[in-house]
């Protein structure tokens, strides 16, 4: 259990591994539970529903939408995104810290939501190390990865706006680093909780 619950909110350019270091820091910090998004894209093999995502029709993910289920939303790379309320509000009652690992747009909205919302930004060691990683991980065509550089060099400077940065340039020594600030942000208890 953390002295002071709070909402850590990760974003960061496509292929720079968030997904990894997110699943090491949670085998790192058990207490930390998965939040599941939802989406309107569809899964990519491998990806399982209510586990990776909540996959939605559009038209499910606008009735949503317009009935305030999600915390915030957003569109990525052509596809609409959401955190449900629902998923974030049950786990900050049972005094647990959540982390989101969402888009900067997206991020920005929780800072209004909850300004004490630690936003950190993960980068990579280089832009020719993030076209590397991404063309590498072979699941897009290559006008999403054209359009996913794209979109990387415009949230890298994003990421400056944000309150803690780091260089994912080793997984286990990033994590580690993760791990460090979350525990300074939880212990301190800095300009509030994030209720
Ligand atoms: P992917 O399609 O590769 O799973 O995710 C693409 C992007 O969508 C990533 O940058 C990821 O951070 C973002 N994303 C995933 N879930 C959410 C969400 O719930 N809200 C927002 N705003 N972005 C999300």
Do not use: W
Not at 1 to 26: E, N
Not at 54 to 69: N, P
Not at 128 to 149: P, S
Not at 180 to 194: I, K, L, R
């Amino acid at each position: 259990m953390s002295a002071t619950p709070r909402l850590f909110v990760i974003s960061g350019p496509a292929g720079v591994g968030k997904g990894t270091l997110v699943a090491r820091v949670r085998e790192l910090r058990p207490d930390l539970d998965e939040t599941v998004s939802a989406t309107t894209r569809s899964p990519r093999p491998g990806e399982v529903e209510g586990v990776s995502y909540h996959y939605l029709s559009d038209e499910e993910f606008a009735r949503r939408v317009a009935a305030g289920d999600f915390l915030e939303h957003a569109e990525v790379h052509g596809h609409s995104y959401g955190t449900l309320r629902s998923e974030v509000e049950s786990r900050i009652a049972r005094g647990r810290s959540v982390i989101l690992e969402i888009d900067y747009q997206g991020a920005f909205q929780v800072r209004k939501a909850f300004p004490a919302a630690v936003l950190v930004f993960i980068e990579p060691p280089s832009f020719e190390e993030l076209e590397r990683r991404l063309r590498g991980r072979g699941t897009e065509d290559e006008e999403h990865i054209e359009l996913r550089l794209k979109n990387a060099r415009h949230e890298i400077e994003i990421g400056e706006q944000y309150d803690v940065r780091i260089v994912n340039d080793e997984v286990e020594r990033a994590a580690r680093e993760l791990l460090d600030v979350m525990a300074q942000y939880e212990t301190d208890g800095g300009s509030g909780t994030c209720q």
